[in-house]
């Protein structure tokens, strides 16, 4: 299977989300810069974390306007995975890739360390190798990953199974104490309509490896190439 990562000026994950598809899960990857159009003949595309512009307008709003986004949007349209990881999740949002909003932290405060999630499905590209429930740890690291959206789109969501990831705490009960940053039903991750495009807040190829201490992330990953293999393509 072969990535391709999408390098915006201010990545700064885009090295780790290579590493651990080539490394880790020995799939190929390359990286695609942001002023390019050619997408090659990727399978999947990685947006991934990082500040992207500096963030100097709204996290993701600049990054959205990149000429690569184009081809993003038609990749994706033609039913090609792509994943959009904390900084990419928000491009993806700012490109009306995916609904909703990511603003500042409830604390107003950068956040950086492990915290909890649980898989609400796994019929998805994104989670086809995790058990419903499941509970993974995993780093966020950002300073605005609240999650917001009006009650239409949250019942939306909510309805159609499109909630992938919610903040909970090591048993998998979700509530205030384990939501770190605010967002709303306790959102870390959401899918599109078409079940294709997945954006997540927190970082799975910061815990991809068991050397690192923990390799709950890599499950993200295995899960695109085990959806891509059956699939038969």
């Given at each position: 299977?072969?990535?391709?990562?999408?390098?915006?000026?201010?990545?700064?994950?885009?090295?780790?989300?290579?590493?651990?598809?080539?490394?880790?899960?020995?799939?190929?990857?390359?990286?695609?810069?942001?002023?390019?159009?050619?997408?090659?003949?990727?399978?999947?595309?990685?947006?991934?974390?990082?500040?992207?512009?500096?963030?100097?307008?709204?996290?993701?709003?600049?990054?959205?306007?990149?000429?690569?986004?184009?081809?993003?949007?038609?990749?994706?349209?033609?039913?090609?995975?792509?994943?959009?990881?904390?900084?990419?999740?928000?491009?993806?949002?700012?490109?009306?890739?995916?609904?909703?909003?990511?603003?500042?932290?409830?604390?107003?405060?950068?956040?950086?360390?492990?915290?909890?999630?649980?898989?609400?499905?796994?019929?998805?590209?994104?989670?086809?190798?995790?058990?419903?429930?499941?509970?993974?740890?995993?780093?966020?690291?950002?300073?605005?990953?609240?999650?917001?959206?009006?009650?239409?789109?949250?019942?939306?969501?909510?309805?159609?199974?499109?909630?992938?990831?919610?903040?909970?705490?090591?048993?998998?009960?979700?509530?205030?104490?384990?939501?770190?940053?605010?967002?709303?039903?306790?959102?870390?991750?959401?899918?599109?309509?078409?079940?294709?495009?997945?954006?997540?807040?927190?970082?799975?190829?910061?815990?991809?490896?068991?050397?690192?201490?923990?390799?709950?992330g890599i499950k993200i990953f295995e899960s695109i190439v085990r959806w891509h293999s059956s699939k038969g393509k």
């Open positions: 299977m072969k990535f391709a990562v999408i390098v915006f000026p201010g990545s700064n994950c885009d090295h780790d989300c290579l590493y651990s598809v080539t490394r880790n899960i020995g799939h190929d990857a390359r990286f695609v810069w942001h002023r390019d159009t050619n997408l090659g003949d990727a399978d999947c595309l990685i947006l991934p974390g990082g500040f992207s512009y500096g963030d100097y307008l709204r996290s993701g709003a600049m990054a959205a306007c990149s000429p690569i986004m184009d081809s993003v949007k038609k990749f994706a349209g033609a039913g090609g995975l792509v994943i959009g990881i904390c900084n990419g999740f928000q491009i993806l949002q700012e490109a009306k890739m995916l609904p909703g909003a990511l603003m500042r932290n409830d604390s107003l405060k950068f956040i950086c360390k492990d915290v909890f999630v649980r898989v609400e499905r796994i019929d998805t590209p994104f989670t086809c190798n995790c058990r419903v429930g499941e509970v993974l740890r995993v780093p966020v690291a950002h300073m605005d990953g609240n999650f917001t959206a009006d009650k239409k789109q949250i019942q939306k969501l909510s309805k159609e199974g499109r909630i992938l990831f919610r903040y909970c705490n090591e048993d998998g009960e979700v509530g205030i104490d384990s939501n770190p940053n605010g967002s709303i039903e306790s959102v870390a991750g959401i899918i599109n309509e078409m079940d294709n495009v997945c954006g997540m807040m927190p970082h799975p190829e910061r815990a991809s490896e068991a050397l690192l201490g923990n390799d709950d």
